[in-house]
């Protein structure tokens, strides 16, 4: 099955400075690439997602880069902001139109200091 | 609000004891996934839902774990004979019935076993 590593697990900016968190998957069958910002006590909540067939994707100050050969792909937060602390999820999508599996990372806790 | 809704937000019962959880996803999703997350991980899948038909459970849904979706709406997750291990939080997302749609999530269940 799939597996998904996301690094690094903990992540500290200074206000202004950017973020970058990296995250690997092992099954090439994976087609889509959606990301999720988790509050506490709050579910993930999707910020951005990347299909198989496009490599870079830029919404505002947040990207996401996809390398399928290396089975890569990360996510940019440019000008970082107190309010993006939170713990992010990389996840890796596979399946042809029925059930698609989503597997997750195992998270990057993010604390962007003021 | 339009987005998916999760009853009980917490739910604190003694071991043995059977406990519920509902999910009201988006009205237009057809598609609606369970996951549970524990503390530091990402949500781990349990099982799907494509209309009223269970159509995926993970190993992790042992028998005691039971899901329903009765009239292609509403779900509702029963554990029954809680263990301590049961704890954790309880995610509901739905979907689209189209190739690669993200799943949006609810705030979720946090279940706590005394």
């Known amino acids: 099955g799939e597996n998904v590593e996301q690094h690094p697990s903990t992540l500290s900016v200074q206000e202004g400075d950017s973020a970058v968190i990296k995250c690997t998957y092992s099954d090439s069958a994976s087609n889509y690439f959606p990301w999720y910002k988790q509050e506490l006590g709050k579910g993930p909540q999707l910020i951005i997602d990347i299909r198989s067939n496009v490599g870079e994707k830029k919404d505002q100050r947040i990207a996401v880069t996809l390398n399928k050969t290396a089975k890569h792909f990360s996510l940019h937060i440019t000008e970082t902001q107190p309010e993006d602390s939170a713990v992010y999820f990389c996840?890796?999508?596979?399946?042809?139109?029925?059930?698609?599996?989503?597997?997750f990372g195992t998270g990057t806790k993010l604390q962007v200091i003021p | 609000d339009t987005g998916v809704s999760q009853n009980p937000r917490h739910k604190i019962t003694k071991r043995g004891q059977n406990v519920t959880f509902r999910c009201d996803p988006i009205?237009?999703?057809?598609?609606l996934y369970w996951y549970r997350q524990t503390l530091g991980q990402g949500p781990e899948f349990l099982t799907y839902f494509q209309n009223e038909a269970q159509l995926e459970k993970s190993r992790l849904l042992s028998d005691r774990f039971s899901a329903e979706r009765p009239k292609g709406s509403f779900s509702t997750l029963e554990i029954q004979r809680t263990e301590q291990g049961d704890s954790a939080m309880y995610l509901c997302?739905?979907?689209?019935?189209?190739?690669?749609?993200?799943?949006?999530f609810g705030d979720g269940t946090r279940l706590s076993i005394l």
């Open positions: 997302a739905s979907s689209f019935d189209r190739f690669n749609q993200p799943q949006h």
């Open positions: 996840a890796a999508v596979e399946g042809s139109g029925g059930y698609q599996k989503v597997t």
């Open positions: 009205s237009e999703h057809n598609r």
